[in-house]
T-cell receptor
Framework: DTEVTQTPKHLVMGMTNKKSLKCEQH?????MYWYKQKAKKPPELMFV???????INESVPSRFSPECPNSSLLNLHLHALQPEDSALYLC???????????????FGPGTRLTVL | GENVEQHPSTLSVQEGDSAVIKCTYS??????FPWYKQELGKGSQLIID?????GEKKDQRIAVTLNKTAKHFSLHITETQPEDSAVYFC?????????????FGRGTQLTVWP
């Protein structure tokens, strides 16, 4: 099973709303990622969690707040977003990290977010 | 960092023909090169990957070749079918000194005409 699931598939929200994106994997992966993808562009890394701890924050605005409550779940809390934040938000996971090694990242289908 | 260049940005082929997408990378420390397929409105699906200890890998109609000396790798799709139409992204990753970080190319829109 190499499945990463994401909910919801689509989300429309106003600039004053608070919403959350959810990502789940049951592959025993210990690294989980959030990416943002605009149309016709490659995915851009936002956050990386390793063993439920935030390891990388790519200078993402604080209106995006990640959370990793356990090794299988990754959330992205959204608050006071701007229309330019509209994009496809992708979650990915990869096997336990080892120094000096590389591992495959498996992507979820994404959440299509529209901010009005 | 790492800089991944991908060409062409668009590619149109007739069904049954072959398609080739090429990527170059800048950092010789990169040693893992996955290819992702993204259909319209969907997330990225890993279709094939290669590590720097091999020069070629094949999976049915899809193959990837790697030239470490020249720092380029290519995706080859033979006997293309309309369902191969999608955006394809190449990526490069360095060994994890800290955490895995994929550096993506800008994508190739492949259209296969029936």
């Amino acid at each position: 099973d190499t499945e990463v699931t994401q909910t919801p598939k689509h989300l429309v929200m106003g600039m004053t709303n608070k919403k959350s994106l959810k990502c789940e994997q049951h592959m025993g992966h210990r690294a989980m990622y959030w990416y943002k993808q605009k149309a016709k562009k490659p995915p851009e890394l936002m956050f990386v969690y390793s063993y439920e701890k935030l390891s990388i924050n790519e200078s993402v605005p604080s209106r995006f707040s990640p959370e990793c409550p356990n090794s299988s779940l990754l959330n992205l809390h959204l608050h006071a977003l701007q229309p330019e934040d509209s994009a496809l938000y992708l979650c990915a996971s990869s096997p336990p990290l080892k120094r000096g090694d590389t591992d495959t990242q498996y992507f979820g289908p994404g959440t299509r977010l529209t901010v009005l | 960092g790492e800089n991944v260049e991908q060409h062409p940005s668009t590619l149109s082929v007739q069904e049954g023909d072959s398609a080739v997408i090429k990527c170059t990378y800048s950092d010789s420390a990169s040693n893992y090169f996955p290819w992702y397929k993204q259909e319209l409105g969907k997330g990225s699906q890993l279709i094939i990957d290669i590590r720097s200890n091999v020069g070629e890998k094949k999976d049915q109609r899809i193959a990837v070749t790697l030239n470490k000396t020249a720092k380029h790798f290519s995706l080859h799709i033979t006997e293309t079918q309309p369902e191969d139409s999608a955006v394809y992204f190449c990526a490069a990753e360095k060994p994890r000194s800290t955490l895995g970080r994929l550096y993506f190319g800008r994508g190739t829109q492949l259209t296969v005409w029936p």
